[in-house]
């Protein structure tokens, strides 16, 4: 892996132990950061976001940057992860779409038939200014800690708008990708295009590192994701490439996509809690940088289990060239943000 040459708003790559691991280095401290760490399981978001609608909360820059800050000012993480949601550059291109409290994203018309389709892609990329402004006021206050920005990928943002709203197989959307392949491109590239400006207005504004979240990507066999997915978030991915920074690739369920994932192109690979990272490096050739993956559900379980669970998680990253310590999937809402705080203490000191 080369290292990019710094893009024109990164003044200094390597001054973070995050971005130092994200290029392939071991720094002196272990980073740590945790997937969803701005939200449900911290009081003061919760107060924050009295009264305010999940996707209204992220397009308000003053409330956006503060709760991207707050797991920052508490746990003392290595990265702040800009708070918004993969489905917002829809919302900003005008589609008619809500989260739904405990369901998740549900799109009002369903992208079910190629006349539906034609009518989505009507829609233009929608004005970034308020992702612009957040970003920037959290860059301001966030002194050397890098900000992560990210993106839904294409599967996963079609998967939604296929299905209409959360899906546990994703059967409508794997049926269109075989029944209208056409359509489907047509969905996709549009989808790639709407995600990638929203990644690229992130960077732009200051954001270091760009993780792209293929979180159901899972659900489709090795060829279906080579053939009817990669491509496309190689595209989305382009839209930042001449940027610099680097790039994660997280989805779950992901164990056999691994190698295809990294060859979209990107500089880490984020492993979920299913697969040591041991065994994940392996399969990666050892020359990938990882991130991950310890088992959310550990963060329910006494101390010294989970002590356990993070020392072998640690150990196990240890047969990556470089390692970044987060979970394997989202901090569950119920987490005592206590344990996460002790968490981040126990990696700081191995
Ligand atoms: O802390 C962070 O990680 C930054 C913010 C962030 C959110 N969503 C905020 C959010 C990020 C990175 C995401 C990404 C996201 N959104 C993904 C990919 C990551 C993953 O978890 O697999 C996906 C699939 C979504 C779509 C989505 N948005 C779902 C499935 C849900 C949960 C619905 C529910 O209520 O259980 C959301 C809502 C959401 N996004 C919340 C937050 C803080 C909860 C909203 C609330 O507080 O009511």
Redesign the pocket.
Same mark, same amino acid.
């Given at each position: 892996m080369t290292n990019p040459a710094p893009g024109p708003n990164v003044p200094e790559i390597t001054t973070s132990p995050l971005l130092e691991a994200y290029f392939g280095r071991r720094p002196e401290r272990l980073p740590v950061w945790f997937? /969803?760490?701005? =939200? /449900?399981s911290l009081p003061e978001y919760r107060a924050a /976001?009295e009264g305010v609608a999940?996707l209204d909360s992220c397009l308000r820059p003053e409330l956006a940057a503060e709760i991207t800050l707050q797991p920052v000012r508490r746990h003392g993480v290595d990265a702040a $992860? +800009?708070? %918004?949601? $993969?489905?917002v550059p829809l919302k900003l291109a005008g589609v008619d779409v809500e $989260?739904v #409290? =405990?369901? =998740?994203?549900v799109v009002a018309e369903p992208v079910r038939t190629r006349a539906d389709v034609d009518r989505l892609v009507e829609h233009r990329p929608g004005d970034h200014a308020a992702i612009t402004e957040a970003v920037r006021l959290t860059v301001a206050e966030l002194g050397p800690t890098p900000l992560i920005g990210?993106a839904?990928a294409p599967f &996963?943002l079609a998967a939604y708008l296929v299905e209409g709203r #959360?899906s546990r197989d994703h059967l409508a959307a794997r049926t269109m990708m075989h029944a209208d392949p056409e359509a489907w491109r047509h969905l996709m590239r549009w989808t790639a295009d709407i995600t990638g400006a929203f990644l690229r207005a992130q960077v732009l504004a200051g954001a270091r590192a760009a993780q792209l +979240?293929d %979180?159901w990507a899972g659900a489709l066999s090795l060829n279906d994701y080579a053939t009817h997915a990669a491509p496309f978030s190689a595209r989305a991915l382009s839209k930042v490439r001449d940027l610099g920074v680097p790039v994660i690739h997280f989805g &779950?369920g992901t164990s056999e996509l691994l190698v295809a994932m990294r060859d979209v192109g990107v500089d880490v690979i984020g492993v979920d809690y299913r697969l040591p990272l041991d065994e994940a490096s392996r399969r990666l050739g050892g020359t990938t940088p990882l991130q991950g993956n310890i088992d959310p559900a550990l963060l329910a379980a006494p101390w010294e289990v989970l002590e356990a669970h993070v020392r072998a998680v640690v150990q196990a990253g240890r047969a990556a060239p470089a390692h970044v310590v987060n979970l394997g999937? =989202?901090v569950p809402p119920t987490t005592d943000p206590a344990v996460l705080t002790r968490v981040v203490e126990l990696v700081h000191s191995l």
């Amino acid at each position: 892996m080369t290292n990019p040459a710094p893009g024109p708003n990164v003044p200094e790559i390597t001054t973070s132990p995050l971005l130092e691991a994200y290029f392939g280095r071991r720094p002196e401290r272990l980073p740590v950061w945790f997937m /969803r760490q701005a =939200g /449900r399981s911290l009081p003061e978001y919760r107060a924050a /976001r009295e009264g305010v609608a999940m996707l209204d909360s992220c397009l308000r820059p003053e409330l956006a940057a503060e709760i991207t800050l707050q797991p920052v000012r508490r746990h003392g993480v290595d990265a702040a $992860i +800009f708070f %918004s949601d $993969i489905v917002v550059p829809l919302k900003l291109a005008g589609v008619d779409v809500e $989260i739904v #409290p =405990g369901v =998740g994203p549900v799109v009002a018309e369903p992208v079910r038939t190629r006349a539906d389709v034609d009518r989505l892609v009507e829609h233009r990329p929608g004005d970034h200014a308020a992702i612009t402004e957040a970003v920037r006021l959290t860059v301001a206050e966030l002194g050397p800690t890098p900000l992560i920005g990210f993106a839904g990928a294409p599967f &996963t943002l079609a998967a939604y708008l296929v299905e209409g709203r #959360p899906s546990r197989d994703h059967l409508a959307a794997r049926t269109m990708m075989h029944a209208d392949p056409e359509a489907w491109r047509h969905l996709m590239r549009w989808t790639a295009d709407i995600t990638g400006a929203f990644l690229r207005a992130q960077v732009l504004a200051g954001a270091r590192a760009a993780q792209l +979240f293929d %979180s159901w990507a899972g659900a489709l066999s090795l060829n279906d994701y080579a053939t009817h997915a990669a491509p496309f978030s190689a595209r989305a991915l382009s839209k930042v490439r001449d940027l610099g920074v680097p790039v994660i690739h997280f989805g &779950t369920g992901t164990s056999e996509l691994l190698v295809a994932m990294r060859d979209v192109g990107v500089d880490v690979i984020g492993v979920d809690y299913r697969l040591p990272l041991d065994e994940a490096s392996r399969r990666l050739g050892g020359t990938t940088p990882l991130q991950g993956n310890i088992d959310p559900a550990l963060l329910a379980a006494p101390w010294e289990v989970l002590e356990a669970h993070v020392r072998a998680v640690v150990q196990a990253g240890r047969a990556a060239p470089a390692h970044v310590v987060n979970l394997g999937h =989202g901090v569950p809402p119920t987490t005592d943000p206590a344990v996460l705080t002790r968490v981040v203490e126990l990696v700081h000191s191995l």
